[in-house]
């Protein structure tokens, strides 16, 4: 379908057949159905629990009585705009944070000569695979005022200072590690497609390299910054795992755990959850508002019909303190995490009477480990997590690109629509939008509900702007140029796709699918409403060790995911590593 | 005391593994059942216990019962009701037995249970039940539990932990609104320790959990050093070897009977009745209480927990009239008094 009805695209088709000049109205009109069936739908049953009492399967649209009681409970409700204001410290906090972190990191990578990039590069990419819950598990661990490792060493080494992880600099600090890479891979792949000519013109120009920085790179890449920036803001206001285990012991509440509280007390109050849910909704419909006012009018396109290889900065002998810089950031996000999630795996209990007992090698046994394999829970759960995983990115992916194809590189009427329609879920909620699926979609023909497709289905919608918005950045920075000259040459539409965009944009193509996919095996909230007994996926098995009080499971069994998911990214770096490679010598 | 827990238990192990085979079938169910329970082959099981729990109890039942397959769905209990209900109105409801604790959501959604009642349903306590299609296959109490390497002077009585000695975040406690099982300590609490219990024991500053599984892990690591916790949660980990300790306090032990029942559109109804009746055979309950840190609703108990001595211990069961008409008030002067935000 995709091949066919982009083929008749072109607004340069003025000779062709009537038919084809239908196409585009139904190429864009099929985008649309699938959107409304993915979104709208679901996100109708949402507003329709947010404004009523009823749930609409169980008392059906004819008791449908409106009323705002919820909104002006919850806009009345102090404890609400507390939540509302602490979400707004921490996620920007953590955003700036994480802006800072992301673009330095993809700096280092991209354009220095800096040694051991290609290692940095993929370690720096762990934080996104560890599920927020167990992030914040890791860092409770490590940062408890009381039994935290590090103060325990601090003690042990008759330092004074103590840190207090269980605090709002807490939640900014982690925030802003863990969402870095969201930033970096936007910017990274921003920083290899672009055109080095234009910094050699500035340098020529006689700036120096910071201010060609500053002035040149960093602002042409300005998209993918926002991109990544208003991305990792918003994703840290729909996470729980991690205000979960830092906030909740210093009484710090934000919007995610306050709607988690709202479904989880009996009985469950869904419907204002969906209220709230709605509130967190127009915060992020105004974000992306102001990133289109922002980015409108501009243009970004930084890959044009000229051969090049991203320019590597000489840095010298400050190569060296890049180095240490990477370093450090990878091993305080990296190492003492996966150090305090493997002493947490392999010891029999977290009791440290003082940090000798850390050392204690009689107290480490695989017994955590043993345990996890003989579930035989453990097994299904990870071959359905795979199943789901790779159904959620290579559908989700060719949907996303389709529809990023048509948002950037069209004309076509109703792509704003589209464009609209494929923002909307990054705003809802994962632990509310878990229930408007189900409602939705329940009652569908066919032997959907209860399958491995219908949590497919559920992760393609709450993942599609992620998706979209990380291949648009892509598709913004190829000049239009290259298009034109394949349709000089005679070539159709989808030949153009074919050998033009596809490969060009196949980086952004592969970060995409892989983004989909890590996001697909972490999901939780939408799987908790939708999986069955046959069909249970990773991230519902870890919350059921994490709710049974067995942290030395939890942290086994994130570490078996952790691996899965290195594995499969090592296999995406070397896979688009090829392909750059190729792309390059094409060139 | 111990020697006679001990007795307790083989005697109770011991009068089951007497039983010549037919009358074990017995227990548990005719001949007949038995057989188009093993034709049927298996069952879906919904619970809002603790996956690993429950997986216990089914490779419990599979020891007796090897040839039928329980498959399992387990959500945290709000989130659980939601699904049933949902599934239910679109005619897709899995499940074949529900396993629910909290009798009050249960009671609501009775209509989609059918009429049951186990082989020894007159062993029950009347006060555990709320519906003759709903039985406790499992029941759960409070017990005050201690980090031994940090407790120096340990408690022994719930209004110990009203003392200053206690104070400044040692002692850590579920929040009130998280479920049904906690409204039933501090409905307690309240009721028999004193109108005055929750502020003795909130002006000590304590520190306050979502709900009990984090609070026993934060026990073990000596986050806190007391916390009043179900004794199921703490019971396996003492079993493990964690530096904790659990004692049923002498003023009563609050107990959280749950609601089970088997569902109306069960496919697999012989394979439901047969597990539902094995749960509530003084088997399956024996195992509960001594492989699980369970208690029981059976009149008279079958075991008892480690350090429960019948002549001093009291279980205490609230009216469920008022476990339903005081929770909203008394939830919202709880939350006031312990200085929590909903």
């Given at each position: 379908?995709?091949?066919?009805?982009?083929?008749?695209?072109?607004?340069?088709?003025?000779?062709?057949?009537?038919?084809?000049?239908?196409?585009?109205?139904?190429?864009?009109?099929?985008?649309?159905?699938?959107?409304?069936?993915?979104?709208?739908?679901?996100?109708?049953?949402?507003?329709?629990?947010?404004?009523?009492?009823?749930?609409?399967?169980?008392?059906?649209?004819?008791?449908?009585?409106?009323?705002?009681?919820?909104?002006?409970?919850?806009?009345?409700?102090?404890?609400?705009?507390?939540?509302?204001?602490?979400?707004?410290?921490?996620?920007?906090?953590?955003?700036?944070?994480?802006?800072?972190?992301?673009?330095?990191?993809?700096?280092?990578?991209?354009?220095?000569?800096?040694?051991?990039?290609?290692?940095?590069?993929?370690?720096?990419?762990?934080?996104?695979?560890?599920?927020?819950?167990?992030?914040?598990?890791?860092?409770?661990?490590?940062?408890?005022?009381?039994?935290?490792?590090?103060?325990?060493?601090?003690?042990?080494?008759?330092?004074?200072?103590?840190?207090?992880?269980?605090?709002?600099?807490?939640?900014?600090?982690?925030?802003?590690?863990?969402?870095?890479?969201?930033?970096?891979?936007?910017?990274?792949?921003?920083?290899?497609?672009?055109?080095?000519?234009?910094?050699?013109?500035?340098?020529?120009?006689?700036?120096?390299?910071?201010?060609?920085?500053?002035?040149?790179?960093?602002?042409?890449?300005?998209?993918?910054?926002?991109?990544?920036?208003?991305?990792?803001?918003?994703?840290?206001?729909?996470?729980?795992?991690?205000?979960?285990?830092?906030?909740?012991?210093?009484?710090?509440?934000?919007?995610?755990?306050?709607?988690?509280?709202?479904?989880?007390?009996?009985?469950?109050?869904?419907?204002?959850?969906?209220?709230?849910?709605?509130?967190?909704?127009?915060?992020?419909?105004?974000?992306?508002?102001?990133?289109?006012?922002?980015?409108?009018?501009?243009?970004?396109?930084?890959?044009?019909?000229?051969?090049?290889?991203?320019?590597?900065?000489?840095?010298?002998?400050?190569?060296?303190?890049?180095?240490?810089?990477?370093?450090?950031?990878?091993?305080?996000?990296?190492?003492?995490?996966?150090?305090?999630?493997?002493?947490?795996?392999?010891?029999?209990?977290?009791?440290?009477?003082?940090?000798?007992?850390?050392?204690?090698?009689?107290?480490?046994?695989?017994?955590?480990?043993?345990?996890?394999?003989?579930?035989?829970?453990?097994?299904?759960?990870?071959?359905?997590?795979?199943?789901?995983?790779?159904?959620t990115a290579v559908v989700g992916g060719v949907l996303a690109f389709a529809i990023g194809y048509t948002i950037n590189r069209t004309q076509v009427a109703g792509r704003k629509s589209i464009d609209l329609l494929s923002t909307i879920p990054v705003a809802i909620p994962g632990l509310v939008v878990g229930v408007a699926y189900l409602w939705a979609w329940i009652g569908l023909p066919g032997g959907l509900y209860g399958t491995i497709w219908i949590l497919a289905l559920a992760f393609v919608a709450r993942f599609i702007p992620d998706t979209v918005k990380s291949l648009s950045t892509s598709f913004m920075q190829i000049h239009k140029e290259l298009e034109e000259a394949a349709w000089i040459c005679g070539r159709g539409l989808l030949s153009t796709i074919a050998t033009i965009m596809v490969p060009l944009a196949r980086p952004g193509i592969i970060a995409s699918m892989t983004l989909l996919f890590v996001l697909a095996v972490r999901e939780l909230g939408s799987s908790l409403f939708l999986y069955t007994s046959d069909t249970t996926v990773m991230a519902v098995l870890l919350l059921d060790y994490y709710e049974g009080g067995n942290i030395g499971k939890t942290a086994a069994f994130s570490l078996v995911q952790t691996v899965i998911l290195g594995v499969l990214l090592g296999i995406t770096t070397w896979l688009s590593r090829g392909s750059a490679e190729s792309t390059a010598r094409a060139g | 005391m111990k020697r006679r827990t001990i007795l307790a238990g083989i005697a109770g192990a011991a009068a089951t593994a007497a039983l010549p085979a037919r009358a074990q079938q017995d227990a548990f169910g005719s001949k007949?059942?038995?057989?188009?329970?093993?034709?049927?082959?298996?069952?879906?099981?919904?619970?809002?216990?603790?996956?690993?729990?429950?997986?216990?109890?089914?490779?419990?039942?599979?020891?007796?019962?090897?040839?039928?397959?329980?498959?399992?769905?387990?959500?945290?209990?709000?989130?659980?009701?939601?699904?049933?209900?949902?599934?239910?109105?679109?005619?897709?409801?899995?499940?074949?037995?529900?396993?629910?604790?909290?009798?009050?959501?249960?009671?609501?959604?009775?209509?989609?249970?059918?009429?049951?009642?186990?082989?020894?349903?007159?062993?029950?306590?009347?006060?555990?039940?709320?519906?003759?299609?709903?039985?406790?296959?499992?029941?759960?109490?409070?017990?005050?539990?201690?980090?031994?390497?940090?407790?120096?002077?340990?408690?022994?009585?719930?209004?110990?932990?009203?003392?200053?000695?206690?104070?400044?975040?040692?002692?850590?406690?579920?929040?009130?609104?998280?479920?049904?099982?906690?409204?039933?300590?501090?409905?307690?609490?309240?009721?028999?320790?004193?109108?005055?219990?929750?502020?003795?024991?909130?002006?000590?500053?304590?520190?306050?959990?979502?709900?009990?599984?984090?609070?026993?892990?934060?026990?073990?690591?000596?986050?806190?050093?007391?916390?009043?916790?179900?004794?199921?949660?703490?019971?396996?980990?003492?079993?493990?070897?964690?530096?904790?300790?659990?004692?049923?306090?002498?003023?009563?032990?609050?107990?959280?009977?749950?609601?089970?029942?088997?569902?109306?559109?069960?496919?697999?109804?012989?394979?439901?009745?047969?597990?539902?009746?094995?749960?509530?055979?003084?088997?399956?309950?024996?195992?509960?209480?001594?492989?699980?840190?369970?208690?029981?609703?059976?009149?008279?108990?079958?075991?008892?927990?480690?350090?429960?001595?019948?002549?001093?211990?009291?279980?205490?069961?609230?009216?469920?009239?008022?476990?339903?008409?005081?929770?909203?008030?008394?939830?919202?002067?709880?939350?006031?008094?312990?200085?929590?935000?909903?």
């Amino acid at each position: 379908m995709t091949a066919t009805s982009a083929a008749a695209l072109p607004a340069s088709t003025e000779a062709a057949p009537a038919a084809r000049r239908w196409a585009a109205p139904l190429w864009v009109g099929a985008l649309l159905i699938i959107l409304t069936f993915l979104v709208i739908y679901p996100l109708l049953m949402l507003f329709f629990g947010a404004i009523s009492d009823s749930n609409p399967v169980i008392d059906g649209f004819g008791k449908f009585n409106p009323s705002l009681t919820h909104f002006i409970a919850v806009l009345g409700n102090e404890n609400v705009r507390l939540a509302f204001f602490n979400a707004l410290v921490a996620c920007g906090g953590g955003t700036i944070l994480a802006v800072v972190i992301g673009l330095a990191f993809s700096w280092i990578v991209v354009r220095t000569n800096t040694p051991f990039k290609g290692f940095i590069a993929g370690a720096s990419m762990i934080p996104l695979f560890v599920p927020p819950l167990v992030a914040g598990v890791a860092w409770s661990i490590l940062g408890s005022p009381k039994t935290g490792l590090l103060n325990t060493a601090l003690k042990w080494s008759g330092i004074d200072f103590r840190f207090d992880f269980y605090s709002m600099s807490g939640l900014i600090l982690v925030f802003g590690f863990y969402y870095a890479p969201y930033v970096y891979m936007f910017t990274a792949s921003a920083l290899r497609n672009m055109d080095p000519s234009l910094e050699e013109a500035s340098e020529v120009a006689g700036a120096s390299a910071f201010t060609t920085l500053f002035t040149v790179t960093f602002p042409l890449i300005a998209p993918a910054i926002l991109a990544g920036s208003l991305l990792s803001f918003v994703v840290m206001l729909g996470i729980y795992g991690v205000p979960a285990a830092l906030g909740a012991p210093a009484n710090i509440s934000v919007l995610t755990t306050y709607i988690f509280k709202l479904t989880a007390w009996a009985p469950p109050l869904y419907n204002t959850a969906a209220a709230v849910a709605i509130l967190l909704m127009m915060v992020t419909a105004i974000l992306v508002w102001a990133q289109q006012r922002v980015l409108s009018g501009r243009s970004f396109a930084t890959v044009a019909g000229k051969a090049f290889r991203p320019r590597s900065l000489n840095l010298g002998p400050w190569r060296w303190l890049t180095f240490s810089l990477a370093l450090v950031y990878l091993f305080v996000v990296v190492v003492l995490p996966t150090i305090a999630l493997v002493i947490a795996a392999f010891r029999r209990f977290l009791f440290f009477k003082d940090f000798d007992a850390v050392f204690d090698m009689k107290a480490y046994s695989w017994v955590h480990f043993n345990s996890i394999f003989d579930n035989p829970l453990t097994m299904i759960s990870i071959w359905n997590t795979m199943k789901v995983g790779v159904i959620t990115a290579v559908v989700g992916g060719v949907l996303a690109f389709a529809i990023g194809y048509t948002i950037n590189r069209t004309q076509v009427a109703g792509r704003k629509s589209i464009d609209l329609l494929s923002t909307i879920p990054v705003a809802i909620p994962g632990l509310v939008v878990g229930v408007a699926y189900l409602w939705a979609w329940i009652g569908l023909p066919g032997g959907l509900y209860g399958t491995i497709w219908i949590l497919a289905l559920a992760f393609v919608a709450r993942f599609i702007p992620d998706t979209v918005k990380s291949l648009s950045t892509s598709f913004m920075q190829i000049h239009k140029e290259l298009e034109e000259a394949a349709w000089i040459c005679g070539r159709g539409l989808l030949s153009t796709i074919a050998t033009i965009m596809v490969p060009l944009a196949r980086p952004g193509i592969i970060a995409s699918m892989t983004l989909l996919f890590v996001l697909a095996v972490r999901e939780l909230g939408s799987s908790l409403f939708l999986y069955t007994s046959d069909t249970t996926v990773m991230a519902v098995l870890l919350l059921d060790y994490y709710e049974g009080g067995n942290i030395g499971k939890t942290a086994a069994f994130s570490l078996v995911q952790t691996v899965i998911l290195g594995v499969l990214l090592g296999i995406t770096t070397w896979l688009s590593r090829g392909s750059a490679e190729s792309t390059a010598r094409a060139g | 005391m111990k020697r006679r827990t001990i007795l307790a238990g083989i005697a109770g192990a011991a009068a089951t593994a007497a039983l010549p085979a037919r009358a074990q079938q017995d227990a548990f169910g005719s001949k007949e059942l038995i057989a188009a329970a093993e034709k049927e082959g298996g069952l879906t099981l919904y619970t809002a216990d603790f996956a690993e729990t429950q997986q216990e109890v089914i490779r419990e039942f599979n020891k007796r019962f090897p040839k039928i397959k329980v498959a399992m769905v387990r959500a945290p209990g709000g989130q659980l009701i939601t699904r049933i209900k949902t599934e239910a109105a679109a005619d897709k409801l899995g499940a074949d037995v529900v396993n629910h604790s909290d009798r009050g959501l249960m009671l609501e959604i009775a209509d989609l249970f059918q009429d049951y009642a186990p082989p020894n349903a007159a062993d029950y306590r009347k006060d555990a039940l709320v519906s003759p299609k709903l039985w406790p296959g499992v029941t759960l109490g409070w017990a005050i539990a201690y980090n031994t390497q940090l407790v120096k002077n340990a408690p022994k009585t719930w209004m110990d932990l009203t003392k200053p000695e206690y104070k400044d975040k040692q002692i850590g406690q579920v929040i009130g609104p998280s479920g049904g099982t906690t409204w039933t300590r501090i409905m307690f609490e309240r009721q028999v320790l004193g109108e005055d219990y929750w502020k003795k024991q909130a002006a000590l500053n304590i520190a306050l959990y979502p709900s009990g599984a984090p609070l026993s892990d934060a026990l073990v690591r000596g986050e806190v050093s007391i916390a009043p916790l179900l004794y199921n949660i703490i019971f396996t980990k003492i079993v493990e070897g964690a530096p904790a300790e659990a004692i049923f306090a002498p003023e009563g032990v609050p107990i959280v009977p749950y609601a089970d029942g088997i569902t109306k559109s069960s496919k697999n109804p012989n394979a439901a009745r047969l597990f539902m009746n094995w749960r509530l055979s003084k088997e399956g309950q024996t195992f509960m209480i001594n492989k699980l840190g369970n208690i029981t609703s059976l009149s008279e108990p079958p075991a008892y927990p480690k350090g429960w001595d019948p002549k001093v211990i009291k279980v205490w069961v609230p009216k469920f009239e008022e476990f339903d008409k005081l929770r909203a008030s008394w939830m919202e002067e709880w939350n006031k008094t312990y200085g929590y935000r909903q």
